[in-house]
């Protein structure tokens, strides 16, 4: 079946714009995960579902983020009046469990330009 | 909450050396420790993983050891080849819940 899937693939969006994120999981995963990688950096956790409900929303680094996911299937991460900081690839992953223990399926990502 | 610290950010070996990356955890509720690799270009795959029953797993050239009560867990690669250059990331399973935290990645150069 279809892997993880993201669009926009890239996204040059100008400082203080609103961007929204699109992430498809596996069909049946019931975990979904976003995380933020920016250039050699490691892989920094945004945010968590599991189904609709997202019981870890620690790493969402400000208020001005935030993502919803709808039907227990697609998830958009929205940010708001976008800053140069912002600038990153994001990564969505979905797994089939919700302890965390099965494999992440992790998306090719969107690469997010802020100029 | 969960922090997971990842040594070194990079390692040059050899083709037929070893390569060895640890990682420290912080939260002693921890019980799943996978690790990805990420090729240049690519996304992450889960590559080994261990889980807080057993101190070793092993899968051919890669093996993962557990150390539960320093709180520390360490990735072997042996007789590397140039195929195992990537970034290497561990993680942890926070607590009991279902998202896993990061390290900042190792990026390994296999010399042929």
């Known amino acids: 079946g279809a892997g993880v899937s993201q669009s926009p693939s890239n996204k040059v969006t100008e400082k203080g714009k609103d961007v929204e994120l699109r992430c498809d999981p596996i069909?049946?995963?019931?975990?979904l995960y976003w995380y933020r990688q920016s250039l050699g950096q490691g892989l920094e956790f945004l945010i968590y579902?599991?189904?609709?409900?997202?019981?870890?929303k620690s790493g969402l680094p400000s208020d001005r983020f935030s993502a919803e996911r709808t039907g227990g299937s697609v998830s958009t991460l929205t940010i708001q009046r976008t800053q140069q900081e912002d600038s990153a690839v994001y990564l969505c992953?979905?797994?089939?469990?919700?302890?965390?223990?099965?494999?992440?399926?992790f998306g090719n990502g969107t690469r997010l330009t802020v100029t | 909450g969960e922090n997971v610290e990842q040594h070194p950010s990079t390692l040059s070996v050899q083709e037929g050396d070893s390569a060895v990356i640890k990682c420290t955890y912080s939260?002693?509720?921890?019980?799943?420790f996978p690790w990805y690799k990420q090729e240049l270009g690519k996304r992450p795959q889960l590559i080994i993983d261990?889980?807080?029953?057993?101190g070793e797993k092993k899968d051919q050239r890669i093996a993962v050891t557990l150390n539960k009560t320093a709180k520390h867990f360490s990735l072997h690669i042996t007789e590397t080849q140039p195929e195992d250059s990537a970034v290497y990331f561990c993680?942890?399973?926070?607590?009991?819940?279902?998202?896993?935290?990061f390290g900042k990645g190792t990026k390994l150069s296999v010399k042929p």
């Open positions: 992953a979905s797994s089939l469990g919700g302890q965390g223990t099965s494999p992440l399926h």
């Open positions: 069909s049946g995963h019931t975990a």
């Open positions: 579902f599991q189904g609709n409900s997202a019981p870890d």
């Open positions: 939260d002693s509720a921890s019980n799943y």
């Open positions: 261990i889980r807080s029953n057993v």
């Open positions: 993680a942890a399973l926070k607590g009991s819940q279902g998202n896993l935290i």
